[in-house]
C-alpha cells in the first residue's frame, strides 16, 4: 500500500460538491483502513493517515495533527501541507478549542473565529476534530485547514470521526 490509495486524482484546492467530497471519503476509508491495520502506535497511524487524507480531500491546503504534549499544550505532528505552527496553547485556536473541549469544531469563515491563530494566512476555513485515548482524555487533533471558505460540512465531520474512532483503537499506545 506505499503507493497511497485508489481514488481518482482531483486537483488540489478545487471545491468539490459535497456529495463528491463524501463518496471520497466512503471510498477511501476501506483503504485507510487497511493500511494501518494492526497498527498500535500513534504517530505512524498520524503519518499514514495525513498523506491518505491529503490524497483524499483535494479542498484541503492542509492536512495534519496536532498532539498533546502537556496538560495545556499541543504540538504538531504528522502533515502534509505547507509549515504548521508548531506549538499551540489549548487557550487559542480552532485547534486548542478543540483539544480543550473535546468537541468537533467546523468553522466554515476561520476570519469570524474569535483568537484564531493564522498558522497559513491563507487559510479561510477549518475543520478539526478530536483524537481521544480509552480513558476519553483528548490525545491529539486532526486539523484540516482549507483557502477556501465553507470547504468542509458536519457530514464530512461525521465520516471521519467515524474514521478516527476506526483508526486509534483501545490499542493504541500513547505516551
Known amino acids: 500500500m506505499s503507493e497511497g490509495i485508489a481514488l481518482e486524482a482531483a486537483p488540489r484546492g478545487v471545491l468539490l460538491p459535497e456529495i463528491e467530497r463524501l463518496a471520497r471519503i466512503e471510498e477511501a476509508a476501506p483503504q485507510i483502513l487497511a493500511a494501518?491495520?494492526?497498527e498500535d502506535d500513534p504517530?505512524?497511524?498520524q503519518a499514514t493517515l495525513a498523506s491518505l487524507l491529503w490524497e483524499t480531500l483535494p479542498q484541503a491546503s492542509w492536512v495534519g495533527f496536532y498532539?498533546?504534549?502537556?496538560p495545556q499544550?499541543?504540538?504538531v505532528g504528522p502533515y502534509q501541507g505547507a509549515m504548521g505552527c508548531l506549538h499551540i496553547a489549548l487557550d487559542r485556536g480552532v485547534c486548542g478549542a478543540c483539544a480543550r473541549t473535546g468537541e468537533v469544531q467546523l468553522v466554515p469563515d476561520v476570519r469570524l473565529f474569535p483568537g484564531h491563530i493564522?498558522?497559513?494566512d491563507s487559510t479561510l476555513s477549518e475543520l478539526v476534530l478530536p483524537i481521544r485515548d480509552p480513558s476519553g482524555t483528548v490525545q491529539a487533533v486532526l486539523d484540516l485547514d482549507s483557502h477556501l471558505l465553507d470547504a468542509f460540512s458536519r457530514t464530512e465531520a461525521t465520516?471521519?470521526?467515524h474514521l478516527l474512532a476506526a483508526a486509534f483503537p483501545s490499542s493504541v499506545r500513547w505516551p
Open 36 to 38: 494501518i491495520s494492526g
Open 43 to 45: 504517530i505512524v497511524i
Open 67 to 70: 498532539r498533546r504534549v502537556a
Open 73 to 75: 499544550q499541543l504540538s
Open 118 to 120: 493564522a498558522c497559513d
Open 159 to 161: 465520516r471521519l470521526e
